[in-house]
Protein backbone atom coordinates (compact mmCIF):
# COMPACT_ATOMS: atom_id res chain seq x y z
CA UNK A 1 0.00 0.00 0.00
CA UNK A 2 0.56 3.77 -0.06
CA UNK A 3 3.57 4.86 2.38
CA UNK A 4 3.50 8.54 1.04
CA UNK A 5 -0.03 10.59 1.00
CA UNK A 6 -0.23 13.68 -1.08
CA UNK A 7 -2.98 16.55 -0.04
CA UNK A 8 -4.94 17.37 -2.02
CA UNK A 9 -4.74 15.44 -5.10
CA UNK A 10 -5.85 18.47 -7.40
CA UNK A 11 -6.72 22.31 -6.38
CA UNK A 12 -7.97 25.04 -8.50
CA UNK A 13 -7.01 28.85 -7.40
CA UNK A 14 -7.30 32.01 -8.60
CA UNK A 15 -4.10 34.02 -9.62
CA UNK A 16 -2.70 35.59 -6.69
CA UNK A 17 -3.56 33.10 -3.94
CA UNK A 18 -1.68 31.02 -2.11
CA UNK A 19 -1.65 27.16 -2.20
CA UNK A 20 -0.80 24.35 0.43
CA UNK A 21 0.51 21.11 -0.17
CA UNK A 22 1.09 18.01 2.28
CA UNK A 23 3.05 15.46 1.79
CA UNK A 24 2.92 13.00 4.68
CA UNK A 25 4.89 10.16 5.65
CA UNK A 26 2.27 7.17 6.64
CA UNK A 27 4.52 4.29 8.30
CA UNK A 28 7.87 6.35 8.42
CA UNK A 29 9.92 8.91 10.30
CA UNK A 30 11.55 10.34 7.76
CA UNK A 31 13.75 13.76 8.56
CA UNK A 32 14.39 14.16 4.85
CA UNK A 33 11.63 14.57 1.99
CA UNK A 34 12.16 15.99 -1.37
CA UNK A 35 9.84 18.26 -3.43
CA UNK A 36 9.56 17.65 -7.26
CA UNK A 37 7.98 19.56 -10.43
CA UNK A 38 6.40 17.91 -13.25
CA UNK A 39 5.64 20.38 -16.24
CA UNK A 40 3.35 18.32 -19.14
CA UNK A 41 5.48 15.95 -20.78
CA UNK A 42 8.62 17.05 -18.82
CA UNK A 43 10.35 15.04 -16.46
CA UNK A 44 10.63 15.53 -12.87
CA UNK A 45 12.64 18.43 -11.57
CA UNK A 46 14.15 18.71 -7.98
CA UNK A 47 12.57 21.87 -6.68
CA UNK A 48 14.12 21.29 -2.62
CA UNK A 49 15.13 19.17 0.05
CA UNK A 50 12.92 19.42 3.08
CA UNK A 51 14.79 18.76 6.45
CA UNK A 52 12.97 18.15 9.21
CA UNK A 53 13.51 21.08 12.03
CA UNK A 54 15.92 23.01 10.03
CA UNK A 55 15.68 25.07 6.55
CA UNK A 56 14.65 23.40 3.20
CA UNK A 57 17.38 23.46 0.84
CA UNK A 58 16.04 25.07 -2.83
CA UNK A 59 17.42 23.87 -5.94
CA UNK A 60 19.29 26.71 -8.47
CA UNK A 61 16.38 28.45 -9.60
CA UNK A 62 13.62 27.94 -7.81
CA UNK A 63 12.20 30.61 -5.60
CA UNK A 64 12.54 30.23 -2.03
CA UNK A 65 10.19 32.91 -0.58
CA UNK A 66 7.83 31.59 -3.45
CA UNK A 67 7.85 27.96 -2.59
CA UNK A 68 8.01 28.10 1.28
CA UNK A 69 8.84 24.90 2.53
CA UNK A 70 8.13 23.45 5.86
CA UNK A 71 9.25 20.46 7.77
CA UNK A 72 7.89 20.76 11.39
CA UNK A 73 7.76 17.07 12.18
CA UNK A 74 8.97 13.56 11.03
CA UNK A 75 5.93 12.75 9.18
CA UNK A 76 4.47 16.04 7.48
CA UNK A 77 6.12 18.35 4.83
CA UNK A 78 3.81 21.34 3.64
CA UNK A 79 4.96 23.23 0.07
CA UNK A 80 3.20 26.36 -0.07
CA UNK A 81 2.77 28.43 -3.24
CA UNK A 82 3.07 31.98 -2.32
CA UNK A 83 0.83 34.30 -4.64
CA UNK A 84 0.51 31.40 -7.66
CA UNK A 85 0.16 32.22 -10.71
CA UNK A 86 0.07 30.28 -14.42
CA UNK A 87 2.81 29.72 -15.15
CA UNK A 88 3.33 28.03 -11.33
CA UNK A 89 0.65 25.58 -12.81
CA UNK A 90 1.88 22.16 -12.60
CA UNK A 91 2.19 18.76 -10.91
CA UNK A 92 3.05 18.53 -7.70
CA UNK A 93 5.33 15.44 -6.39
CA UNK A 94 6.71 14.76 -2.86
CA UNK A 95 9.22 11.59 -2.38
CA UNK A 96 10.41 10.38 1.37
CA UNK A 97 13.73 9.68 1.89
CA UNK A 98 14.64 5.95 3.70
CA UNK A 99 18.31 4.89 3.31
CA UNK A 100 21.24 6.18 1.27
CA UNK A 101 19.00 5.57 -2.19
CA UNK A 102 15.74 4.53 -1.47
CA UNK A 103 12.70 7.02 -2.17
CA UNK A 104 9.01 6.75 -1.76
CA UNK A 105 6.97 9.32 -4.46
CA UNK A 106 3.46 10.41 -3.26
CA UNK A 107 0.72 10.35 -5.24
CA UNK A 108 1.39 13.80 -6.56
CA UNK A 109 -0.85 17.19 -6.58
CA UNK A 110 -1.91 18.62 -9.86
CA UNK A 111 -2.20 22.83 -9.49
CA UNK A 112 -4.03 24.62 -12.04
CA UNK A 113 -3.85 28.67 -11.42
CA UNK A 114 -6.48 30.70 -13.63
CA UNK B 1 25.88 18.51 -14.36
CA UNK B 2 24.71 15.27 -14.63
CA UNK B 3 21.81 15.22 -17.66
CA UNK B 4 19.45 11.98 -18.71
CA UNK B 5 18.09 11.43 -21.87
CA UNK B 6 15.65 9.25 -22.84
CA UNK B 7 14.30 8.00 -26.35
CA UNK B 8 12.07 7.62 -27.36
CA UNK B 9 9.88 9.98 -26.24
CA UNK B 10 6.97 7.67 -27.18
CA UNK B 11 6.25 4.09 -28.05
CA UNK B 12 3.64 1.91 -29.18
CA UNK B 13 3.74 -1.66 -29.79
CA UNK B 14 1.26 -4.69 -29.88
CA UNK B 15 0.38 -6.69 -27.29
CA UNK B 16 2.82 -9.52 -26.49
CA UNK B 17 6.06 -8.20 -28.27
CA UNK B 18 8.98 -7.36 -26.48
CA UNK B 19 10.35 -4.20 -26.63
CA UNK B 20 13.38 -2.30 -25.39
CA UNK B 21 13.66 1.26 -23.49
CA UNK B 22 16.52 3.37 -23.69
CA UNK B 23 18.10 5.77 -21.12
CA UNK B 24 21.76 7.54 -21.33
CA UNK B 25 23.10 9.99 -19.25
CA UNK B 26 26.56 12.57 -19.05
CA UNK B 27 28.55 11.79 -16.06
CA UNK B 28 29.30 8.16 -15.41
CA UNK B 29 30.25 8.46 -11.76
CA UNK B 30 27.05 7.69 -10.96
CA UNK B 31 26.43 5.68 -7.62
CA UNK B 32 22.85 3.97 -8.80
CA UNK B 33 19.98 4.09 -11.85
CA UNK B 34 16.54 3.13 -11.20
CA UNK B 35 13.42 2.71 -13.61
CA UNK B 36 10.51 3.96 -12.56
CA UNK B 37 6.92 3.84 -13.82
CA UNK B 38 4.23 6.37 -13.85
CA UNK B 39 0.51 5.87 -14.49
CA UNK B 40 -1.16 9.26 -15.65
CA UNK B 41 -1.63 11.93 -13.19
CA UNK B 42 -0.06 9.06 -10.69
CA UNK B 43 3.14 9.49 -8.74
CA UNK B 44 5.98 6.99 -9.25
CA UNK B 45 6.65 3.32 -8.39
CA UNK B 46 10.05 2.08 -8.63
CA UNK B 47 10.42 -0.72 -11.18
CA UNK B 48 14.61 -1.91 -10.73
CA UNK B 49 17.48 -0.55 -9.47
CA UNK B 50 21.17 -1.49 -10.19
CA UNK B 51 24.16 -0.33 -8.18
CA UNK B 52 27.38 1.10 -10.36
CA UNK B 53 28.95 -2.48 -10.06
CA UNK B 54 26.21 -4.41 -11.41
CA UNK B 55 25.32 -4.67 -15.24
CA UNK B 56 21.68 -6.04 -14.84
CA UNK B 57 18.92 -6.51 -12.45
CA UNK B 58 15.59 -8.45 -13.18
CA UNK B 59 11.78 -8.40 -12.02
CA UNK B 60 9.43 -11.26 -13.94
CA UNK B 61 9.48 -9.64 -16.77
CA UNK B 62 11.08 -6.62 -16.87
CA UNK B 63 15.37 -7.01 -17.31
CA UNK B 64 17.36 -3.53 -16.61
CA UNK B 65 21.02 -3.32 -17.78
CA UNK B 66 24.01 -0.78 -16.89
CA UNK B 67 26.73 0.12 -18.92
CA UNK B 68 28.33 2.88 -17.14
CA UNK B 69 31.28 3.32 -19.35
CA UNK B 70 29.48 4.54 -22.33
CA UNK B 71 26.56 6.07 -20.15
CA UNK B 72 23.62 4.23 -20.92
CA UNK B 73 20.54 2.10 -19.57
CA UNK B 74 17.77 -0.07 -21.14
CA UNK B 75 15.13 -1.36 -19.79
CA UNK B 76 13.77 -4.32 -21.78
CA UNK B 77 9.68 -6.06 -21.13
CA UNK B 78 9.34 -9.45 -22.69
CA UNK B 79 5.51 -10.09 -23.49
CA UNK B 80 4.16 -6.77 -23.24
CA UNK B 81 0.76 -6.36 -22.03
CA UNK B 82 -1.96 -3.71 -22.07
CA UNK B 83 -1.43 -3.20 -18.74
CA UNK B 84 2.10 -2.03 -19.01
CA UNK B 85 0.91 1.21 -20.85
CA UNK B 86 2.88 4.09 -18.84
CA UNK B 87 5.38 6.50 -18.93
CA UNK B 88 8.69 4.50 -17.76
CA UNK B 89 11.39 7.17 -15.93
CA UNK B 90 14.85 6.52 -15.48
CA UNK B 91 17.08 8.24 -12.42
CA UNK B 92 20.70 8.36 -11.64
CA UNK B 93 22.03 9.33 -8.33
CA UNK B 94 25.54 10.35 -8.74
CA UNK B 95 28.15 9.77 -5.84
CA UNK B 96 28.14 11.78 -2.94
CA UNK B 97 24.96 13.24 -3.52
CA UNK B 98 21.21 11.99 -2.46
CA UNK B 99 19.34 13.79 -5.39
CA UNK B 100 17.96 11.99 -8.65
CA UNK B 101 17.96 13.39 -11.93
CA UNK B 102 15.47 12.10 -14.07
CA UNK B 103 15.42 11.90 -17.42
CA UNK B 104 12.57 13.24 -19.71
CA UNK B 105 10.63 9.71 -20.14
CA UNK B 106 8.83 7.20 -22.71
CA UNK B 107 5.45 6.79 -22.86
CA UNK B 108 4.43 3.40 -23.84
CA UNK B 109 1.04 2.02 -25.31
CA UNK B 110 0.52 -1.48 -25.39
CA UNK B 111 -1.86 -1.65 -28.01
CA UNK B 112 -4.40 -4.77 -27.50
Known amino acids: GAVVSQHPSWVICKSGTSVKIECRSL??????MFWYRQFPKQSLMLMAT?????????EQGVEKDKFLINHASLTLSTLTVTSAHPEDSSFYIC??????????FGPGTRLLVL | KQEVTQIPAALSVPEGENLVLNCSFT??????LQWFRQDPGKGLTSLLL?????REQTSGRLNASLDKSSGRSTLYIAASQPGDSATYLCAVQNFGNEKLTFGTGTRLTIIP
Open chain 1, 95 to 104: SERRGVETQY
Open chain 2, 50 to 54: IQSSQ
Open chain 1, 27 to 32: DFQATT
Open chain 2, 27 to 32: DSAIYN
Open chain 1, 50 to 58: SNEGSKATY
